[in-house]
């Protein structure tokens, strides 16, 4: 998995693949053992993603260190479950200096 506590920069361009919910649930879970995460960017349009690995996904990004993300899930089946999880998540990310959301 992900799971480098030294990792500081992500990059993940997934749009337009058959990923799903599995998939975003694995990747939220090996972000929460990114301790030191800085930058992510995250391009999951155009999936299968709904609103349960959403929101599993969502949940690994409350990094205090996090301090740019840009989260790209138009064309998705996401809803109020992970919007919550994400204001949650974002509301952790005390050095976020950047956002960019779709």
Do not use: F, W
Request: proline share 3%; hydrophobic share 35%.
């Amino acid at each position: 998995g992900l799971d480098r506590p030294v990792l500081k920069h992500l990059s993940l361009a997934l749009q337009g693949t058959a990923i799903g919910d599995g998939t975003a649930m694995a990747l939220g879970s090996s972000l929460c053992a990114c301790g030191n995460l800085e930058k992510a960017q995250l391009s999951l349009d155009h999936t299968k993603l709904t609103d349960e690995g959403g929101h599993a996904l969502v949940s690994g990004l409350d990094r205090p260190t996090l301090q740019d993300l840009d989260l790209r899930i138009p064309y998705t089946t996401v809803g109020d479950k992970t919007g919550e999880a994400l204001d949650r998540s974002l509301s952790k990310c005390s050095e976020l200096s950047k956002l960019h959301l779709e």
